[in-house]
């Protein structure tokens, strides 16, 4: 799935679905305008999965537009919504005029530059855009986006996806009453997770943490699909379990990942904006990768797949809100997951299924520092040695921290005994969430 999606903004384009290559068609683009030069949107592509953005969810966006270096003076649109509408207008379905108090703007060749910033998801209150201190001849502004929040669903992207987009027409490139582009870049963080199984003559299907109401001593309701439980990170060097008193309890809130948050993109204009994140607000709830059939992409592991095996990936992903830079993520947001999943074993040879249940892994705080636009694909492979247990209400464990049942979605702590069929986490593949054809990296 490419990871960008294009905006046009300016003379009266024509929505149009995306090819595969995403062409346009260029006569639409260039078509003359019955209302001159009055600036007017068109979605033209919308590369969320190959289908144009309002089929994506994307159903609006602000925009704030100035002419000239001087904001005060020159505002052209101030934080105007544009809205997706079933019907056209101007040529376009993209429309903001028939919004209440914002009306019909056109091109003024007096000035010699005309600046635009837009984002999503559009609020009449959340989103500002201020001079930059250090302005100097050009425009340089600062954009805000308060409240922005994680987020669990591809359809949820219109109400919930942090995204930004400038551009910069110039009088001298006769691009004036013409259509320019808008590239939105990705301001959530996205999280995915992709398994293999190298355990000759099984098959490995995934299943819900806790499959059953009342399967789990403690446990009422069902656990859906794979779960990462937010965790204080390593104690002296160790990774969390509960040999040598080394386990933790759950840490407090604030020690866990983001959920609320500010986005600051100082410079928005500059080739590479400096990007914060302030008002964070901490959560202790479980990341949930739901199994649904919508949700994920297969839960059915390969036979005997092998150390070289290809990964499948889960449909179903989090859009997480990254803190400032790596530093950030020390302290009380030095929080790595513990990653909790049940799944069937499948013996080819006729013989009766096998369940696990809460197999664990922990993922160190160091391979979770996400960062502004990168998308981050987590490993594991299901192999034969480790932990899990058949008997979910069976205490395997001595000592007065034991739990009593192994079973535990909120239990960060992954045990030192007990092998038996684990998860075991490979890494994590780092990619640019914009551009998918960029070059990537592990983490291991």
């Not at 704030?64 to 376009?92: D, H, I």
Request: proline share 4%.
């Amino acid at each position: 799935m490419n990871k960008l999606h294009l905006l046009i903004l300016g003379g009266l384009a024509t929505l149009a679905s995306c090819a595969s290559e995403d062409v346009i068609n260029s006569g639409d683009i260039n078509a003359p305008s019955s209302e001159g030069q009055a600036m007017s949107f068109g979605m033209l592509t919308g590369n969320m999965s190959r289908a144009p953005m309002e089929e994506a969810g994307h159903t609006d966006f602000g925009v704030f537009a100035y002419k000239g270096t001087n904001m005060a003076t020159g505002l052209v649109m101030k934080n105007y919504q544009v809205q997706y509408e079933s019907s056209e207008k101007y040529g376009s379905h993209w429309q903001y005029d028939q919004i209440s108090g914002q009306i019909l703007k056109y091109w003024d060749y007096s000035f010699d530059k005309h600046y635009f910033v837009a984002y999503t998801p559009y609020s009449a209150t959340d989103a500002s855009l201020t001079a930059n201190a250090s302005a100097t001849t050009e425009l340089k502004s600062d954009l805000k986006i308060a409240n922005a929040v994680s987020f669990w669903k591809m359809t949820d992207r219109d109400d919930n996806e942090a995204m930004y987009a400038t551009a910069t027409v110039t009088k001298v490139s006769g691009k004036y009453g013409q259509d320019v582009a808008l590239t939105f870049k990705h301001l959530n963080a996205k999280i995915q997770l992709a398994f293999r199984s190298n355990i000759p003559g099984y098959k490995v299907e995934l299943i819900n943490l806790v499959p059953e109401t009342g399967l789990v001593t403690g446990i009422s309701n069902i656990q859906y699909g794979v779960q990462l439980t937010p965790a204080t990170d390593e104690q002296k060097g160790k990774n969390i379990g509960w040999e040598q008193n080394q386990g933790e309890a759950q840490p407090a809130l604030s020690q866990l990942h983001a959920d609320k948050a500010t986005f600051n993109v100082a410079d928005v204009f500059a080739t590479t904006p400096n990007i914060t994140t302030t008002d964070v607000t901490g959560s202790s709830t479980n990341l949930v990768f739901n199994l649904g059939e919508t949700d994920a992409a297969v839960t059915e592991l390969a036979i005997n797949a092998g150390a070289s095996a290809e990964y499948t990936p889960l449909g179903s992903q989090y859009f997480a809100l990254p803190l400032t830079n790596a530093a950030a993520y020390t302290g009380t947001f030095a929080t790595g997951y513990t990653l909790h999943v049940s799944y069937v074993l499948k013996p080819t040879d006729g013989a009766a299924n096998t369940t696990v249940y809460d197999a664990r892994v922990f993922i160190p705080a160091t391979a979770c520092q996400w960062a502004y636009g990168k998308s981050y694909l987590y490993r594991f492979t299901i192999t034969t040695a480790s932990t899990g247990v058949t008997d979910p209400n069976k205490q395997i464990y001595n000592g007065s921290d034991t739990p009593s049942n192994y079973v535990d979605p909120t239990d960060p702590r992954v045990p030192n005994t007990k092998a038996l069929l684990p998860i075991v986490f490979d890494g994590v593949t780092v990619t640019e969430y914009e551009d998918p054809t960029n070059s990537d990296h592990d983490i291991n």
